[in-house]
């Protein structure tokens, strides 16, 4: 009988509140070659790291103020360490957070009016919105102090336990908080778009080098995301061909820009798990359709194959949830507010 994984969640708030679900591994090297790195991490017991689990859940108990706390408190650890003693300069994050320096108001207008013209001059509405600037600020500095994993950085190599956590919570409190703010402005303009995720990341967890054989899964399944299907984890830093045509702009891919690239080179035992509505081509997101063939388009104009798996052009399928088995139901919303309401994990098992 083939292996399943079984992840027991629980209520943050009760811990005897339990919910368990199981993941089909695909059948294919990777998927395998994952079980056998996550049964590994789990005979180790490496420590899950666990406030970077669970992403866009609109009504977590990890509110926007919460979130700035905890990264206010990791910031006040970092400028109060002492790096002189290793021979650096210190370091000082000067940004302070709150609700209102990470997104704009709610009260934001959606619409304006031009009095002359008589007719709405619509603009995109702010409120809700992320700040990006701050936010890229934040990450930034995450960037410096921890440095790649082929060039670590001298800030986080001379840290203490502590100083590293807090160091670390500069990058998962930044993507919690930019799901968070995406989800929450969702749930109010269109709900059915909100995109819950799960990252599942251990601590000094294996990393693998992938194979040829591995990189073929970018080709078969591209950027697609589907409800309860589970995917490699990036396990690396840095920015990715996708991320600067989205978030850049498009620029042409000089040496400058592609020195910020970097291709995923490596897999783990780590996971992530999609429990957003289904993003696939050809199918009803024109959106994404029209997306892909613009993101293909700068590819070739900038002289790289589309269809090299080498670039790393996506997302490496792993698995699936059993649905019915797990929950009873396939329906997307009721399973929301069942996992909604066990946003903790409390044990993962290789059955």
Request: aromatic share 10%.
């Amino acid at each position: 009988m083939a292996s399943t994984v079984r992840v027991t969640l629980q209520n943050p708030l009760d811990h005897g509140d339990t919910l368990a679900y199981h993941i089909v591994p695909d059948d294919h090297a990777l998927a395998q070659d994952w079980l056998a790195a996550l049964r590994e991490i789990l005979n180790q017991g490496l420590e899950l790291e666990k406030t970077f689990c669970f992403l866009g859940w609109p009504n977590s108990h990890r509110s926007i103020n919460v979130l700035c706390q905890e990264l206010n408190h990791s910031i006040e650890i970092i400028n109060n360490h002492d790096f002189t003693q290793h021979g650096l300069n210190d370091y000082v994050i000067e940004e302070w957070f709150s609700e209102h320096t990470v997104r704009f108001p709610d009260s934001y207008p959606v619409e304006t009016r031009t009095p002359d013209s008589g007719h709405s001059d619509r603009r995109e509405a702010l409120g809700l919105k992320l700040k990006h600037g701050i936010m890229n600020q934040l990450h930034n500095h995450f960037e410096v102090l921890e440095g790649t994993v082929e060039q670590p950085s001298p800030y986080g190599q001379a840290s203490p336990p502590e100083v590293r956590h807090a160091i670390r919570q500069l990058n998962n409190i930044c993507h919690e908080m930019e799901s968070l703010v995406l989800s929450q402005r969702k749930q109010r303009v269109a709900p059915e778009w909100i995109r819950p995720s799960q990252i599942t990341t251990f601590l000094d967890a294996t990393r693998y080098h992938l194979t040829d054989q591995h990189r073929q899964g970018f080709r078969t399944n591209g950027y697609d995301r589907q409800f309860g299907h589970v995917y490699m984890h990036w396990s690396q830093i840095g920015k990715t061909l996708f991320e600067v045509f989205r978030d850049e702009g498009a620029p042409d891919l000089t040496d400058t820009v592609c020195e910020a690239i970097t291709h995923l080179q490596y897999y783990s035992g780590e996971f992530d798990v999609e429990w957003g509505r289904d993003v696939v081509r050809n199918h009803d997101c024109p959106w994404h359709d029209q997306q892909q063939l613009m993101f293909e388009d700068w590819l070739i104009r900038n002289g790289r194959d589309p269809e090299d798996p080498k670039l790393s052009l996506g997302y490496l399928h792993i698995g699936e949830i059993d649905l019915a088995r797990s929950f009873g139901t396939t329906d997307r919303f009721k399973i929301w507010d069942m996992v909604g309401h066990h946003l903790d994990i409390a044990r993962i098992d290789v059955l």
